[in-house]
C-alpha cells in the first residue's frame, strides 16, 4: 500500500497537459451547451419572432388602411417587400369575401384557412397562442398540406378582414439542420482547440519550465544560472526577476555562512592546540635560525679579528657570507611570522568565488623566467574556468609553493604539470614535476615546520622547510585536504577547493 501511495506522489502531471485537457473540454463543454440550447429553445425562440413579425406586419397595414393607402397601386412594391423580407403571406378581403389585396396568386386555400381560423373549434389541430380586441394569433395545423402554420387574422380599421400567416415546419428544419451543423462544427472546434492549446500551452509553460530549472539549480548552490525575461514581460517573468533576486541573495548568505562556519571550525580547532604551537615555535625558531646566526658571528669575529685585512677578496667573501645568510633569517622570519598568524587564526581567510584557472595561470606566467631557464616544459591541463570558493590570496601562495617546490625538484624528463580536476562537490588541483620519489618514510614529515627531505639541497636553493607548512596552515583552515602522490618517474603535490 505505502508503495502504491510513493508512486502517485512522485506521479507528474504535466501543466501543458493539463492546459491542454482543459482548453478542449471548455471547448466541448461550450459546444455541447450550445447543442442543448439550439435543441430546447431555437424553436421556441423562432416562433416568438415569427409573431412579433405578425404583429409588426399587422400594426403597418393598419397604419396605412387609415390612411386609405392599403389598396392603392403605388403600395404595390412596399406591400411586397414586406412580405418578402418577413416570409408572410397576406390575404385582405371584404366580410363577403371579395379579395382586395393579396401576396398569393391563388387565393382559395387561404379564405378557406381564414375562415377556418374564425370558426373551427378543433382543439387538436388549432392553439390560440394570443388574442385583442383586433385580432387573434392562431398556431394552426393544416391536414391538407400537413404542414404548421402561425396565422394572424383580424380586422383593419376599414372593417375588411386580414388573414397573415408564416410557415413554422422549416423552422424545425432549419433547428434540425443547426443541431447537425453544431456537432460538426464542435468536432472541427475541439480539434482546433486541441491544436491550439498545445501551440500555446507550451508557449505559456515554456517560462515555468525555466523558472522549474532555475530552482532546482539554486537547489544544488548553482547560483550562476539567471532567468532571462521574455519581450513581452508578464507576471512570470517578474516571478523570475525576483528568483534572480533571490538567487543572489541566497549566494550572498551562503558565502557569509561559508565563512562564519570557517571561522567557528578555525576557532575550534586552535583553541586546544596553542598552547603546543607556541612550544613548538619556540623551539622550531630556535633550532633554524641556530646555523646563520652561527655563520654570522663566525664571519663576523673574523673580520673583527683582522682575519682578512690582506686580501681585500677575501673581505669581501666574508660580507657576502653574512649577508646572505643575514637575508636567509629575514625570509624565515616572515615565513615564521606568516606561519604564525596562521596558526594562531590572526590572519582570517577571506571566503570568495573566483576562478582558480585564472590564478594558476598567473602563477606559471610569473615562474616562466625560471622554468625557461632550467629547461623545464610546463603543460597545464583544465576544461576552461573553474569557479571556488576560497581565499584568492592563500590559494596562490599555495600554488606558488607547490610550484616553487616542482621547479628545484625537477629533473630526469625536466617536466612539470599542473591539471585541474573536476570532481562531484569539488576541484583537485595537482602539480607533478618528472625526478627523483620521496622516500616513503619522509612524506608524514613534509608538512611539519623545518622538515627537509634533502637538507643539502634545500639550502643550496635557499629554502626554509616552512612552505609546506605554510600550505598544510591554510588548507586546515579551509578545511579542505592537501597531500602527495609517489610515482615512477616523479612526485604530484595536490589540494581541493570546494565549487
Given at each position: 500500500m505505502s508503495q502504491v501511495r510513493e508512486v502517485k506522489k512522485d506521479k507528474k502531471y504535466r501543466l501543458s497537459s493539463q492546459i491542454t485537457g482543459y482548453m478542449v473540454l471548455i471547448a466541448f463543454g461550450a459546444i455541447f451547451l450550445s447543442f442543448i440550447l439550439n435543441w430546447l429553445f431555437m424553436m421556441k425562440f423562432a416562433v416568438i419572432?415569427?409573431?412579433?413579425?405578425?404583429?409588426?406586419?399587422?400594426?403597418?397595414?393598419?397604419?396605412?388602411?387609415?390612411?386609405?393607402?392599403?389598396?392603392?397601386?403605388?403600395y404595390n412594391d412596399q406591400f411586397e417587400t414586406l412580405c418578402s423580407n418577413e416570409n408572410l403571406q397576406v390575404l385582405i378581403c371584404t366580410p363577403s369575401g371579395e379579395v382586395v389585396r393579396s401576396s398569393q396568386g391563388s387565393n382559395g386555400m387561404m379564405i378557406t384557412?381564414?375562415?377556418?381560423?374564425?370558426?373551427?373549434?378543433?382543439?387538436?389541430?388549432?392553439?390560440?397562442i394570443k388574442t385583442s380586441s383586433d385580432y387573434s394569433i392562431l398556431r394552426l395545423k393544416d391536414p391538407q398540406v400537413k404542414s404548421e402554420f402561425l396565422v394572424l387574422w383580424g380586422t383593419l380599421p376599414d372593417s375588411n378582414l386580414i388573414l397573415i400567416r408564416s410557415g413554422i415546419g422549416s423552422l424545425r428544419q432549419s433547428a434540425q439542420f443547426t443541431s447537425r451543423v453544431l456537432i460538426v462544427a464542435g468536432i472541427i472546434a475541439v480539434c482546433g482547440?486541441?491544436?491550439?492549446?498545445?501551440?500555446?500551452?507550451?508557449?505559456?509553460?515554456?517560462?515555468?519550465?525555466?523558472?522549474?530549472?532555475?530552482?532546482?539549480q539554486m537547489a544544488e548552490l548553482d547560483f550562476d544560472a539567471?532567468?532571462?525575461?521574455?519581450?513581452?514581460p508578464n507576471e512570470i517573468d517578474d516571478l523570475g526577476i525576483h528568483m534572480n533576486e533571490l538567487s543572489g541573495a541566497l549566494e550572498k548568505t551562503i558565502q557569509e555562512l561559508k565563512q562564519a562556519n570557517s571561522d567557528l571550525q578555525?576557532?575550534?580547532d586552535l583553541r586546544d592546540e596553542n598552547e603546543k604551537m607556541r612550544r613548538e615555535f619556540s623551539s622550531s625558531v630556535s633550532h633554524e635560525l641556530k646555523t646563520p646566526l652561527a655563520l654570522i658571528m663566525g664571519y663576523a669575529e673574523g673580520l673583527s679579528d683582522a682575519v682578512?685585512?690582506?686580501?681585500?677578496?677575501?673581505?669581501?667573501?666574508?660580507?657576502?657570507?653574512?649577508?646572505?645568510?643575514?637575508?636567509?633569517m629575514n625570509r624565515i622570519v616572515k615565513e615564521l611570522l606568516d606561519l604564525s598568524h596562521l596558526e594562531y587564526g590572526e590572519r582570517i581567510l577571506s571566503l570568495e568565488r573566483f576562478d582558480v584557472t585564472e590564478v594558476i595561470e598567473g602563477v606559471i606566467k610569473a615562474n616562466s623566467i625560471m622554468t625557461d631557464k632550467a629547461g623545464i616544459t610546463v603543460s597545464f591541463i583544465h576544461n576552461g574556468p573553474a569557479y571556488v570558493w576560497s581565499d584568492p590570496f592563500f590559494?596562490?601562495?599555495?600554488?606558488?609553493?607547490?610550484?616553487?617546490?616542482?621547479?628545484?625538484?625537477?629533473?630526469?624528463?625536466?617536466?612539470?604539470?599542473?591539471?585541474?580536476?573536476?570532481?562531484?562537490?569539488?576541484?583537485?588541483?595537482?602539480v607533478f614535476n618528472s625526478g627523483k620519489p620521496i622516500p616513503e618514510d619522509s612524506i608524514p614529515h613534509l608538512w611539519e615546520k623545518f622538515y627537509k627531505v634533502d637538507k643539502a639541497r634545500t639550502r643550496e636553493y635557499g629554502g626554509s622547510g616552512i612552505g609546506l607548512s605554510i600550505v598544510k596552515a591554510i588548507m586546515d583552515d579551509l578545511h579542505k585536504e592537501c597531500g602527495v602522490t609517489n610515482h615512477e618517474n616523479g612526485v604530484e603535490f595536490y589540494f581541493d577547493l570546494d565549487k
Open positions: 419572432r415569427r409573431e412579433h413579425s405578425l404583429e409588426k406586419a399587422y400594426n403597418t397595414f393598419s397604419e396605412v388602411s387609415d390612411k386609405g393607402k392599403l389598396y392603392d397601386n403605388d384557412q381564414l375562415y377556418w381560423s374564425m370558426l373551427s373549434r378543433d382543439q387538436d389541430s388549432r392553439e390560440l482547440a486541441w491544436v491550439a492549446s498545445v501551440f500555446f500551452s507550451h508557449r505559456l509553460t515554456e517560462p515555468v519550465v525555466k523558472l522549474t530549472k532555475l530552482s532546482k539567471k532567468y532571462e525575461p521574455g519581450k513581452k578555525r576557532d575550534l682578512a685585512d690582506d686580501n681585500a677578496e677575501d673581505r669581501k667573501y666574508y660580507c657576502d657570507v653574512i649577508m646572505d645568510e643575514a637575508e636567509k590559494t596562490e601562495q599555495v600554488v606558488t609553493n607547490y610550484f616553487s617546490n616542482a621547479i628545484h625538484y625537477c629533473e630526469n624528463e625536466k617536466k612539470i604539470e599542473v591539471k585541474i580536476t573536476d570532481r562531484e562537490k569539488d576541484y583537485r588541483i595537482s
